[in-house]
């Protein structure tokens, strides 16, 4: 399991996350780049330059639906996050049987930060809503990412209570 960090490199991180479990770590800038815009021509600018990976952090539903149609990025991050209030009818989770389809057709990751979930002050709405949309992308085959992406040493755990976190999450889906 690889296990993506939103850090610089550093040797002492990287013996902590295979000490872990962990198979791979990857370091922001060094492994792989986050791109957070919100204006199209800029998305595909950063995303046409480099050679790494790419991971994109949605903040609207069009850039979300943008990135998965017409960007370079590999890994599209916190679509569960798109939408402020939920409908009274149903969970808004960012992603919706159109957005599946896209992601699937371009070969496209969806992933899912467990950073997220420790810092979020509305825990119970997002589980839901990660909950909601692995339920998606099971059903449309839509290739998940579930990994840390820690913004720092507190926030690593180990590979293993990733999986059953997000085992549990994609189950009761």
Do not use: W
């Amino acid at each position: 399991m690889d296990n993506y960090i939103l850090m610089k490199y550093s040797k002492e991180i990287e013996d902590l996350s295979t000490s872990l479990g962990f198979t791979r770590t990857l370091f922001l800038d060094r492994d792989f780049v986050l791109i957070e815009t919100d204006k199209k021509k800029e998305l595909l600018d950063k995303s046409n330059k480099t050679k790494l990976a790419k991971v994109f952090l949605a903040k609207s539903e069009e850039m979300l639906r943008f990135a998965l149609e017409k960007s370079k990025v590999d890994i599209v991050l916190g679509a569960e996050d798109i939408n402020p209030k939920e409908s009274l009818h149903f969970i808004r989770g960012g992603l919706d049987q159109i957005t599946c389809k896209i992601a699937y057709d371009n070969d496209k990751t969806i992933g899912f930060s467990f950073s997220s979930i420790l810092n979020s002050k509305s825990r119970e709405k997002l589980l839901r809503r990660i909950s909601f949309n692995a339920k998606l992308c099971k059903k449309y085959k839509v290739q998940m990412l579930f990994s840390s992406f820690a913004k720092n040493k507190e926030e690593l755990r180990s590979a293993k209570d990733l999986q059953i976190m997000f085992k549990s999450l994609s189950r009761y889906s």
